[in-house]
């Protein structure tokens, strides 16, 4: 038996990236730095549970609008973490 798996992927990816790519104005430290806005990303994601899908319509239909909610508001919490983390390493990396 042959499965294909290439359309599993983590909802939280994209939508962490596309919040990243929002925000990162924000941060001009870290703006121009594609490396660190990689890294914001990883933190964030490791902050986030799972949610593992195979069409975007499976995150819609499958949860409540308060758990769509909960899971925007989990997210974006994560990634302002993930900014002040990040932007806080490399300041004490640059110090010394």
């Known amino acids: 038996m042959s499965a294909d798996f290439t359309t599993v992927r983590n909802h939280n990816e994209r939508a962490v990236f596309d919040t990243v790519r929002q925000l990162a104005p924000q941060y001009p430290g870290l703006v121009h730095d594609a490396e660190l806005l990689a890294d914001v990303a990883c933190v964030a994601l490791n902050r986030l549970a799972p949610r593992y899908i195979r069409h975007e319509v499976d995150f819609v239909f499958y949860l409540s609008e308060r758990e769509r909610s909960e899971s925007e ?19 004490m990396k640059a110090r010394g």
């Open 73 to 91: 508001r989990h997210l974006a919490e994560a990634v302002e973490y993930a900014f002040g983390f990040v932007q806080a390493r490399t300041a």
